[in-house]
């Protein structure tokens, strides 16, 4: 089965590691191409989820070429998200056709003797890091998290409620394309069950957490969120790349795990949640 394009970003950007942005051709060549707030509210419609906008020789490209171009070996590196100046830059040439600046995708291109050079490079595959510190059937640790509105939650405190806690970034991308879907797909479904759901922003202050949440709220994803600036409760939990889902059941044990935003993935979040609170 052809693994999409779409899932092929969303592995690259779980590459991605403590705010780094660059993704080299070392790693390109070495995937395989598989990919891998607590306040509930009611919300029925549809978010429309950004596209992704991918520019490469200072024109904007399909997922198909970047497709081909990859194939063919002439993609050396792909920057995933730009400053708000560059973005404006951007604006002023292409227009509408640029969205937010989390969402665009600048691809460098080898030429073709700079290609044939490292045709033949060997890649040293790097696909068995464990990137949990805690895994399923693990008891879920204790902490205590301050959200964004002030408030504190403690998880040892949600017992006898099925937990989402997600780990992500304002920098993150494929972590703000979950946003996207959580409301319509989670929040809403169980508002009115023993659920909680915990998004803890990853190594950042509140004021640039706030400002991010006050964009996407503008969006209509309006959902508390949690912060850990000096990354105590996501030391306990994982290293590496960001999104990354714990489901915690009702005894406070860790019931699912997942990494990245690919398709179908909040939708499998979804299910697991739904079986844990029918238990």
């Known amino acids: 089965m ?10 690259i950007e779980n590459l991605i590691k403590n705010g780094i942005e660059r993704i080299d051709m070392k790693y390109i060549l070495a995937l395989t191409f598989t990919f891998w707030g607590f306040k509930p509210f009611a919300q029925s419609k549809q978010i429309e989820k950004p596209e992704y906008v991918i520019i490469a020789n200072n024109e904007i490209i399909s997922k198909e070429r970047l497709e081909e171009l990859m194939q063919e070996g ?8 730009v400053s708000q100046e560059y973005r404006d830059g951007l604006a ?11 969402f665009i995708i600048i691809v460098e291109l080898y030429k073709d003797a700079e290609k044939n ?3 033949q490079a060997t890649v040293k595959e790097n696909n068995n890091v464990d990137e949990f510190k805690l895994h399923i ?3 879920a640790k204790d902490f205590t998290v301050t959200m964004l509105d002030g408030t504190s939650t403690k998880l040892s405190e949600l017992r006898g409620k099925v937990v989402l806690l997600n780990f992500w970034a304002t920098w ?3 972590c703000l394309m979950e946003f996207y879907e959580i409301p319509i797909k989670i929040i809403a479904p169980f508002e009115s069950k023993d659920f909680v759901f915990i998004p803890i922003s990853r190594g950042e202050s509140k004021e640039k957490v706030a400002n ?4 996407l709220n503008k969006k209509g994803i309006d959902f508390n969120v949690g912060i850990d600036p000096d990354l105590k409760i996501w030391d306990e939990y994982a290293t590496e790349s960001i999104p990354k889902s714990f489901v915690i059941d009702k005894q406070g044990v860790i019931r699912y795990v997942t990494i990245g935003n690919s398709e179908g993935s909040i939708d499998k979040l979804a299910s697991e949640i739904d079986k844990l609170l029918k238990e």
């Open 117 to 119: 050079a490292v045709k």
């Open 137 to 139: 059937g693990d008891l």
């Open 212 to 215: 991010k949440m006050l964009q």
């Open 172 to 174: 993150c991308a494929p």
């Open 74 to 81: 002439y993609v050396k590196s792909m920057n995933k998200g």
């Open 2 to 11: 052809k693994v999409s394009l779409y899932v092929r970003y969303c592995l």
């Open 92 to 102: 002023g040439t292409f227009g509408n056709k640029i969205g937010d600046k989390e």
